[in-house]
């Protein structure tokens, strides 16, 4: 399902007649859990596949990183000493987790990396499909806060006060890599390429010389489907949504993004999009938009200099921020 943005988005390069021109050049690995998309411009092929390997290389890097799912990465120590001690840990963790604290201040919570134990719980990554216990649920809550979750840049460490707290970057990892893979590409020669990690998508300068990037946003309830396309040059932009990653059970749709506050799906919205001037923001930003909701997040990403968002309400309306209106392409109301 994590496909679809990106199928989609390539589809519509075609479509919207931003047909690949024959200096670009397009390659796809699967890392991070889902499709990573590079197109790079204005090189020859073997100057844009020493590029696009470098910028791939560095995604894989930073997957070792931040991986929710092994023990030895900086995400799996930072877990494993919660409530007992601080854990020395990369630069880029430090950054990352400082600018997930950034948003989930901003956001008032709605973004919150220390997600882990819900996460955990509703197990989208393990495929049970069961909604938990209601105390397990409030169990689980009660240890997400992402204010005992100390971040020390100077000394490079990261300690999560009690024990059974988990950090989860899946809200602002996927952004991150994509902003160290186009700057990868830029310390080798590229000035124009388009890095896709699923849904988090990054713009280096245009396509072409006054050709602005064309991206669609998928359609949350038509797969296949776009909403409406956005044109961009050096900004990023990411959309979260409930057709990503859900199970339907007794008519209700549970799906991936949580409300810290509730403990459960967000209800909110179907999906909330986010452009920004890093794909670290548009990425934590579109996760907290989603979960505020069209109101109170189109004020927060209004508060944020450089952002606009397209959210579409739990009713199929759609709401965007002023300097968005009129250039949302085929956006139908
Ligand atoms: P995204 O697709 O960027 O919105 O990220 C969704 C992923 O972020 C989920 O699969 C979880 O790993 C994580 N997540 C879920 N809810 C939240 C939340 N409220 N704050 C931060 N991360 C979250
Ligand atoms: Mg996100």
Known sequence: MRMTAVVLMLGLLTAAGCRETDDSHRRSQYLMGTVVTITVAGLDRDDADRAMNAAFEEIRRLEGILTFFSEDSDLGRINAAAGERPVGVSAETIEVLAEARRISDRSGGAFDATIGPLVSLWGFEVKERFVPPKEEIERARTLVNW???????????????????????????????????????????????????????????????????????????????????????????????????????????????????????????????????????????????????????????????????????????????????????????
């Open 147 to 333: 204010r005992n979750m100390a971040v020390d840049p100077e000394l490079g460490t990261v300690r999560l006060e009690r024990r059974g707290m988990k950090v989860d970057l899946g809200g602002i990892a996927k952004g991150y890599a994509a902003d160290r893979a186009a700057e990868t590409l830029r310390k080798h020669g590229v000035s124009r390429a388009l890095v896709a990690v699923a849904g988090d998508i990054r713009a280096v300068g245009e396509k072409a010389v006054g050709v602005a990037w064309h991206v669609g946003i998928q359609h949350p309830r038509e797969p296949g489907a776009v909403l409406g396309s956005l044109k961009i040059a050096d900004r990023s932009v990411s959309t979260s949504g409930d057709y990503e990653r859900y199970f339907i059970k007794d008519d209700v749709r549970y799906h991936h993004i949580l409300d810290p506050a509730t403990g459960r799906p967000a209800a909110a919205s179907r999906s909330a999009t986010v452009l920004a001037p890093t794909t670290t923001l548009s990425d934590a930003l579109s996760t907290a938009a989603f979960v505020l909701g069209p109101e109170k997040g189109i004020a927060l990403v209004r508060s944020v200099p450089g952002a606009e968002a397209i959210i579409v309400d739990r009713e199929g309306r759609v709401h965007v921020t002023p300097g968005l209106a009129g250039k949302v392409e085929g956006l139908a109301s």
